[in-house]
Nanobody, 121 residues
């Protein structure tokens, strides 16, 4: 069992930065890849970033590539999403999710509760 708690969301002006944290409980945290999703009102939840168990490989959606950086500290059971040069279209609820390696993006074992990110003009 893994429980995930996101934090770090908030209101920021366009061009600003935020760092989201995803704190996990459970001894098996390092067994899971972590994926970041976001969902804007009226839209589907989509993946924006992923990071492997060891943190040595990451994935980014084209819409955030070059602006977002995922990292993890397995000793602290925490994953981070550094978001720079934020745009209004980044406004959404952001979720972290734990998944078994090799599974499809939509196959998630555990979800966090989400944290709101709002980017103003």
């Amino acid at each position: 069992q893994v429980q995930l708690v996101e934090s770090g969301g908030g209101l920021v002006q366009a061009g600003g930065s935020l760092r989201l944290s995803c704190a996990a409980s459970g001894r098996t945290f390092s067994s899971y890849t972590i994926r970041w999703f976001r969902q804007a009102p009226g839209e589907e939840r989509t993946v924006v970033a992923g990071i492997t168990r060891s943190g040595d490989s990451t994935y980014y959606a084209d819409s955030v590539k070059g602006r977002f950086t995922a990292s993890r500290d397995n000793a602290k059971n925490t994953v981070y999403l550094q978001m720079n040069n934020l745009k209004p279209e980044d406004t959404a609820v952001y979720y972290c999710a734990a998944a078994l390696p090799g599974t499809a993006w939509s196959i998630v074992a555990y979800w966090g509760q989400g944290t709101q990110v709002t980017v103003s003009e």
